[in-house]
T-cell receptor, first 112, second 115 residues
Framework: RKEVEQDPGPFNVPEGATVAFNCTYSNSASQSFFWYRQDCRKEPKLLMSVYSSGNEDGRFTAQLNRASQYISLLIRDSKLSDSATYLCVVLLITGANSKLTFGKGITLSVRP | EAQVTQNPRYLITVTGKKLTVTCSQNMNHEYMSWYRQDPGLGLRQIYYSMNVEVTDKGDVPEGYKVSRKEKRNFPLILESPSPNQTSLYFC??????????????FGEGSRLTVL
């Protein structure tokens, strides 16, 4: 099983749609979780951290399910500007070392 | 302005010609890392550094070297580049990787082509 796996894509949705991405991780000892956004030909940037209780930032909601080892990102009322690649990221700390593992990313295209 | 700066942004070179991609951050971050991004493979970690003079291999270190002689700089060295090292490279830094506050800041990327 891969360390971090994301939904296969791409996703192509109309403006205003609600879209959800899932991501599973293999190591149950993983401590922290994030969603990053990457625009075409640009560097990834942090979109939001994922908290155990779930968290919301405007139209974006992130959730964590430790029992099933997955995280999700929900985007409501999609905008054209949401078109990008979304990367789920998992942090594992073992002793003095920290490792961030990135999913391959899922591309979202929002059409007018 | 807080940033991670990579140079060069674009480079075309030939097999075997040593090259260095520089990375510098002005945020006094302890953690720095190099990634390569290839279609269908996502971001893969090459090397990382938890602090000055401390470097460790990531998932794909073969063919690369790094050094961390000072906090702000973390150059990536390709001693003898090969075509399979053609990729988009990102340098990143973080104050600390712990909890939910360990945001990773990326440079703009360096697109390397090895002929």
């Amino acid at each position: 099983r891969k360390e971090v796996e994301q939904d296969p894509g791409p996703f192509n949705v109309p403006e205003g749609a609600t879209v959800a991405f899932n991501c599973t991780y293999s190591n149950s000892a993983s401590q922290s979780f994030f969603w990053y956004r990457q625009d075409c030909r640009k560097e990834p940037k942090l979109l939001m951290s994922v908290y155990s209780s779930g968290n919301e930032d405007g139209r974006f909601t992130a959730q964590l399910n430790r029992a099933s080892q997955y995280i999700s990102l929900l985007i409501r009322d999609s905008k054209l500007s949401d078109s990008a690649t979304y990367l789920c990221v998992v942090l594992l700390i073992t002793g003095a070392n920290s490792k961030l593992t990135f999913g391959k990313g899922i591309t979202l295209s929002v059409r007018p | 302005e807080a940033q991670v700066t990579q140079n060069p942004r674009y480079l075309i070179t030939v097999t075997g010609k040593k090259l260095t991609v520089t990375c510098s951050q002005n945020m006094n971050h302890e953690y720095m890392s190099w990634y390569r991004q290839d279609p269908g493979l996502g971001l893969r970690q090459i090397y990382y550094s938890m602090n000055v003079e401390v470097t460790d291999k990531g998932d794909v270190p073969e063919g690369y070297k790094v050094s961390r002689k000072e906090k702000r700089n973390f150059p990536l060295i390709l001693e003898s580049p090969s075509p399979n090292q053609t990729s988009l490279y990102f340098c990143a830094s973080s104050a600390r990787l712990a909890g939910n506050t360990g945001e990773l800041f990326f440079g703009e990327g360096s697109r390397l082509t090895v002929l």
